[in-house]
């Protein structure tokens, strides 16, 4: 479910809120955001399109905003009924740039 890269930029994110924060606050937005990941196991197209690619005709590329300021980038597989989880951005990234080097990196 969740990919290399995405389990990178969830720790990347909670260094960051307890760096500039608190370890409580970074603990909290780590599990808000694993269990709202998790939702989507069950829920997966609770999220919306990500207009970039859906433009493209890649409407299994979803994403979901969790706590606010963190957005979420996944892909579902229907035929094999899960979601791969392939960029959790902060708002304070430039969101555009992580998703279009996340996509090359691929």
């Known amino acids: 479910m969740f990919l290399e890269y995405a389990e990178h930029d969830l720790r990347n994110i ?3 809120v307890e760096s500039q924060f608190s370890q409580k606050l970074a603990n909290k937005v780590y599990t808000d955001i ?6 989507l196991e069950n829920n997966p197209n609770l999220g919306h399109t990500v207009p970039q690619l859906s433009t493209l005709g890649m409407s299994d590329f979803r994403y979901l905003i969790v706590e606010k300021r963190n957005k979420v980038v996944y892909q579902v597989d229907s ?11 902060n708002e304070r990234q430039d969101f555009e740039a992580a998703f279009a080097k996340r996509m ?3």
Do not use: D
């Not at 694993?34 to 939702?39: A, E, G, K, S």
């Open 14 to 16: 909670h260094a960051y």
């Open 34 to 39: 694993r269990n709202t990941i998790l939702l």
């Open 79 to 89: 035929k094999k009924k899960q979601i791969y989880v392939y960029l959790i951005c």
């Open 104 to 106: 090359l990196e691929m």
